[in-house]
Structures are given as structure tokens and as C-alpha cells.
Nanobody, 127 residues
Framework: QVQLVESGGGLVQAGGSLRLSCAFS????????MGWFRQAPGNGRIFVIS????????IYGNSVKGRFTISRDDAKNMVYLRMNILKPEDTAVYYC????????????????????WGQGTQVTVSS
């Protein structure tokens, strides 16, 4: 059973940076596309960024391109979300997600396409 555990959330001032980590276990990591989603109070789960099984394709959500990047370390079974130039509107619980997908094509951007989810980590950006 695939398990995902996020870490690295916290409180940061606007304009600052933060790196979230997601530890993957219970499967063959490099068979999985990985994504990050976020959810603010009262809102649904919003797509942030995703990468395919090989790391060769990345899709960015609205408002994060140029500020956020995703990377994966297949040796450590880890995926990272680097967030720069943070804004108060980035405040949310951030979730790591995984789906087994090695076919050619971009990684999924819809929450319903992912099979596994972490418990989430809170990111708060103060103005």
C-alpha cells in the first residue's frame, strides 16, 4: 500500500521561500506520477503542480508558474515542492498525491486522477 508523508510546512513571511517534502513508500516510486494540491478553508482542493514518472514533464497550476518548482529524487523516494516569492494567498494545507502512470504524456492535474494522498502540511504566509 502506497503511503505519502508530507513535511516542511510552517509560517513564512510574504516574499519568502519554503520547501515541502513528500516521502513515498509502499510501491515502485519511479512508476508514479506525483502532484501537489492545496486547500484553503472553505475551498476545494486546487491543483498546484505535477511531474510525470520520469520527471521529464511538469505541469503548473494557475498562479504558481515562475514561483514554484517540483522535483523528485528517485534514489530517496522523495518529491519536493519548492515555493518562492510566497504570497498570503498561497496559505493553505498542501497535499502530496501519487498515481501509477508510466504511459507517455503529461502528468495528471485533476485530483480525481490520483489514487494516493498524504495527510497534508499547513503553509501560512503572513503579509
Amino acid at each position: 500500500q502506497v503511503q505519502l508523508v508530507e513535511s516542511g510546512g510552517g509560517l513564512v513571511q510574504a516574499g519568502g521561500s519554503l520547501r515541502l517534502s513528500c516521502a513515498f513508500s509502499g510501491g515502485t516510486f519511479n512508476n508514479y506520477a506525483m502532484g501537489w494540491f492545496r486547500q484553503a478553508p472553505g475551498n476545494g482542493r486546487i491543483f498546484v503542480i505535477s511531474t510525470n514518472w520520469s520527471g521529464s514533464s511538469t505541469i503548473y497550476g494557475n498562479s504558481v508558474k515562475g514561483r514554484f518548482t517540483i522535483s523528485r529524487d528517485d534514489a530517496k523516494n522523495m518529491v519536493y515542492l519548492r515555493m518562492n516569492i510566497l504570497k498570503p494567498e498561497d496559505t493553505a494545507v498542501y497535499y502530496c498525491a501519487a498515481v501509477e502512470k508510466t504511459r507517455a504524456g503529461p502528468p495528471p492535474t485533476v485530483a480525481e486522477e490520483y489514487d494516493y494522498w498524504g495527510q497534508g502540511t499547513q503553509v501560512t504566509v503572513s503579509s
